[in-house]
Nanobody, 122 residues
């Protein structure tokens, strides 16, 4: 069973940067894809970015494309989300998730981390 642990959240001013990490243990073939999602208070959990362990282009939500970069380190079983030019509307709890295929649909991902809070002040 895959386990995911996020880290790197915090408080930052608008225009600043943060890097989130997601360490995966017990990786299996069913966890071929890693995704980042976020959920603001009172809102649904939204897709942010995704990447496969095996290669291929990463994919992003329109709201973060050009500002956020997802990457992976296969040797460390870790996925990163570099967030630049942060905006107050990026404030949310950020979750990493593992799933069997490329998709922006949260319900397809079957393993989730505990989440890390990102707060962007104006």
């Amino acid at each position: 069973q895959v386990q995911l642990v996020e880290s790197g959240g915090g408080l930052v001013q608008a225009g600043g940067s943060l890097r989130l990490s997601c360490a995966a243990s017990g990786r299996t073939l069913s966890s071929n894809v890693m995704g980042w999602f976020r959920q603001a208070p009172g809102k649904e959990r939204d897709f942010v970015a995704g990447i496969t362990w095996s290669g291929g282009s990463p994919y992003y939500a329109d709201s973060v494309r050009g500002r956020f970069t997802i990457s992976r380190d296969n040797a460390k079983n870790t996925v990163y989300l570099q967030m630049n030019s942060l905006k107050p509307e990026d404030t949310a709890v950020y979750y990493c998730a593992a799933g069997p295929r490329v998709t922006r649909v949260a319900s397809v991902y079957d393993v989730w981390g505990q989440g890390t809070q990102v707060t962007v002040s104006s």
